[in-house]
């Protein structure tokens, strides 16, 4: 019970540190990542704050050298899922009612032990089975992990104080109660800062969890339950299971008790999950929420008043980084015919300065796509290019999965706006490009708004304010985060909530208060402190 109105420290984005040459945090990474990389974990499920080992297990190997063994983690059955339930439920009465000062201190504790002590663990894990490189390790596993722990401590407290008015002889008030029941918590491979954040949103709000976390991110959630667990996360608040996605799903939303989806991966997922949501529907003893942030296919519109520097430089951090397997990643490109020779030329002395290899080697821009599944999609639609007279990679088109899953960064010109890589989501370092005539500058944003199923991300560039303005009006609709001069990547917790629209999600902004209220059931509470006795309104005469 809180005694006081508490405000807790202001939250601030985590400095990003730049592991140059003879740095300490450099050092302490690499060894890091070479122990660890040269040992074997064993990741458990976690269910009642026990570890939980079936002897059914599957090998965690890292994509970049894939014949390489670094772990396993554990299979479970039904009965485990089961049994993370109703932990997860019988954990509810104690969590939901402690103080939420309580709740925000475990959280705030873990930014500032991930900040410190588990840093280099996050992010040695994260490069390990995820292939980052160190620079993508330190943004995602590190600085968005904080920030989200961080900003959502300030932001349930923001909504706390989101009050309505009283009357006269009456005190209105709302609390924030948490759901009834338990979140699904379900996570993609490609952030291990979303996967720790969708478990650990509801929490926060007072929410008891199932995670099932990808099973390509097993490492890196071991790192996050140790974390939580110093942190003083109570047992039972967030269960973690693996196995047979569709056996845990179909065992998760069969549950009564069932209350909330957070989601993040693609959108067939999320919209098989979501009619499975529909046919149950009966069986719930509440509505539940359903949260998803799902698919992209992302784009760059340029107009010739643009840079084409600028241009060249957001497609090759925006389509690169971390393989293109960013879900804000810029996958097409609508270029004006005057300036593309330039932006062209640019592209071509970008790309051949980029390395690709292990992220152990800080000299590699690229690293490896997270599994052989996803490195056989990208190379089917390369080497489609490669025949297609509708196609011409004028960039990369290599790819080798001999030791580890690498597909080179690759740019395709498209003679056609709707050619197969403009409009479906491959996941990999692949940017596809359409070149429109100038005076067809309005068309070109018609073609960006319509081409795809999707609404993510995406970027214009122009020096024109009168062209800025009419594209962002004329693609309001196409991006859920929109940026004008810059990459279409990189978005920061508290500075630009992440999440679209249409077929990419519910757009409930992960790590702002959107987010956070969704996982809240609001109670009015009207107190009137002199009560009626008369039933007769003065009307009456
Ligand atoms: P995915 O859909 O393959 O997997 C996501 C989760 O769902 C994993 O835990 C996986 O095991 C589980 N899953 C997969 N198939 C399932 C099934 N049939 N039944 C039950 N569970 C199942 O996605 P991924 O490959 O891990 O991540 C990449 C996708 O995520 C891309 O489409 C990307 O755009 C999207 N993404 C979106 C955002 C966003 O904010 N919009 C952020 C990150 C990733």
Request: charged share 20%; aromatic share 10%.
């Amino acid at each position: 019970m809180a005694r006081g109105f508490f405000n807790v420290p202001e939250a601030i984005n985590e400095p990003v540190k730049g592991y140059a040459p003879g740095s300490p945090e450099r050092e302490e990474l690499l060894a890091t990542y070479k122990a660890m990389y040269n040992s074997n974990i064993d990741v458990p499920m976690h269910i009642n704050g026990e570890e939980v080992r079936t002897g059914n297990t599957s090998n965690i190997n890292p994509p970049h050298d894939h014949k390489h063994i670094v772990g396993q983690y554990h299979n479970g059955e039904k009965s485990h899922i089961d049994a993370a339930i109703s932990t997860a439920l019988a954990a509810r009465e104690k969590w939901s009612n402690t103080c939420w000062t309580e709740r925000a201190s475990i959280f705030l504790k873990a930014a500032e032990l991930l900040a410190g002590p588990y840093r280099a663990r996050m992010n040695a894990a994260t490069m390990i089975a995820q292939s980052k490189n160190v620079h993508q390790a330190e943004i995602d596993a590190a600085c968005e992990m904080i920030d989200f722990f961080r900003f959502n401590v300030q932001y349930m407290t923001d909504i706390f104080k989101d009050q309505p008015i009283s009357s006269p002889g009456i005190w209105n008030r709302v609390e924030y109660r948490p759901l009834e029941g338990f979140v699904y918590a379900i996570t993609p491979f490609n952030f291990t800062s979303i996967a720790a954040n969708l478990a650990a949103a509801p929490a926060l709000m007072g929410n008891v969890v199932v995670w099932k976390p990808s099973s390509h991110q097993a490492y890196s959630a071991q790192v996050i339950v140790d974390l939580f667990k110093e942190a003083g996360l109570p047992d039972g608040v967030i269960n973690v299971v693996y196995g047979d996605p569709v056996m845990i799903t179909d065992t998760v939303l069969a549950s009564p008790d069932f209350s909330g989806l957070h989601f993040t991966g693609s959108t067939n997922v999320f919209n098989h999950f979501w009619k499975q949501i529909g046919n149950n529907i009966n069986t719930y003893k509440t509505y539940p929420r359903i949260v998803g942030e799902t698919g992209g296919k992302d784009f760059i519109w340029a107009h010739n008043s643009s840079n084409p520097l600028q241009v060249a430089t957001a497609i090759t951090r925006g389509s690169f980084e971390y393989q293109g397997q960013k879900c804000s990643a810029a996958s097409r490109a609508y270029i004006p015919a005057s300036i593309w020779s330039e932006v062209k030329g640019h592209l071509i002395s970008q790309a051949a300065e980029i390395k690709m290899g292990s992220p152990e080697n800080t000299n590699n821009f690229v690293n490896a796509v997270i599994h052989e599944g996803s490195f056989d999609k990208i190379a089917s639609f390369i080497d489609a290019a490669k025949a297609d007279a509708d196609a011409e990679i004028i960039i990369g088109g290599n790819h080798d999965k001999s030791v580890g899953y690498f597909i080179e960064p690759t740019v395709i010109v498209a003679k056609s706006p709707t050619y197969a890589t403009m409009t479906t989501e491959l996941f990999g370092p692949v940017m596809t490009v359409f070149v429109y005539e100038d005076d067809q500058w309005e068309a070109s944003l018609k073609l960006v708004d319509e081409s795809t199923e999707y609404a993510l991300t995406g970027a214009i560039f122009s020096t024109d304010r009168y062209i800025v303005e009419k594209a962002s009006k004329a693609l309001e609709n196409a991006a859920g985060n929109f940026y004008i001069n810059d990459k279409p990547t990189g978005a920061v917790v508290g500075q630009q909530p992440f999440g679209g629209g249409r077929s990419s999600g519910t757009n409930d902004k992960a790590g702002s208060a959107q987010n956070l209220l969704r996982w809240t059931s609001v109670r009015l509470i009207k107190e009137t402190f002199v009560t009626p006795t008369d039933y007769k309104y003065p009307f009456l005469g």
